[in-house]
C-alpha cells in the first residue's frame, strides 16, 4: 500500500504562486502515474493534472491537465526522489481548495486509486 504524503499548501493572495510537493513510498513510484486532484467546500473532488509513468509512458512525463488550470499550473515528478510536484501560478480564489495527490495506471482522472490526506490552498481576493 503506497504512502502519499503532500505538503505546501497555505494562504496566498490572488496572483501569487504556490508549489505543492507531495512524497511517495514504495520502491515503484515511477512505474505509476501520479496526479493532482482538488476539493472545494461542497463541491465534489475534481481532477487537476497528472503526469505518467514509465509502464504506459516509458520516460516521456506524458501530461494531462484540467482546463481550469491549463497554462498555469504545472506538474512534474523526481522519480530518483519518489516526489511529484505541482507549481502554481496566478492564481484566483476559485483555486480554494484541499489539493490531494494520487497515484494511478494511466494519466485518465479515472485511473487513480490511491490517496493523500490533502493539503489546503487559500487564495484570498
Known amino acids: 500500500q503506497v504512502q502519499l504524503v503532500e505538503s505546501g499548501g497555505g494562504v496566498v493572495q490572488a496572483g501569487g504562486s504556490l508549489r505543492l510537493s507531495c512524497s511517495a513510498s514504495?520502491?515503484?513510484?515511477?512505474?505509476?502515474?501520479m496526479g493532482w486532484f482538488r476539493q472545494a467546500p461542497g463541491k465534489e473532488r475534481e481532477f487537476v493534472a497528472s503526469?505518467?509513468?514509465?509502464?504506459?509512458?516509458?520516460?516521456?512525463?506524458?501530461?494531462y491537465y484540467a482546463d481550469s488550470v491549463k497554462g498555469r499550473f504545472t506538474i512534474s515528478r523526481d522519480n530518483a526522489k519518489n516526489t511529484v510536484l505541482l507549481q502554481m501560478n496566478s492564481l484566483k480564489p476559485e483555486d480554494t481548495a484541499v489539493y490531494y495527490c494520487?497515484?494511478?495506471?494511466?494519466?485518465?482522472?479515472?485511473?487513480?486509486?490511491?490517496w493523500g490526506q490533502g493539503t489546503q490552498v487559500t487564495v484570498s481576493s
Open positions: 494520487a497515484q494511478g495506471i494511466t494519466i485518465a482522472p479515472e485511473s487513480f486509486t490511491s
Open positions: 503526469v505518467g509513468g514509465t509502464t504506459y509512458y516509458g520516460d516521456s512525463h506524458t501530461t
Open positions: 514504495g520502491r515503484t513510484f515511477r512505474s505509476y502515474s
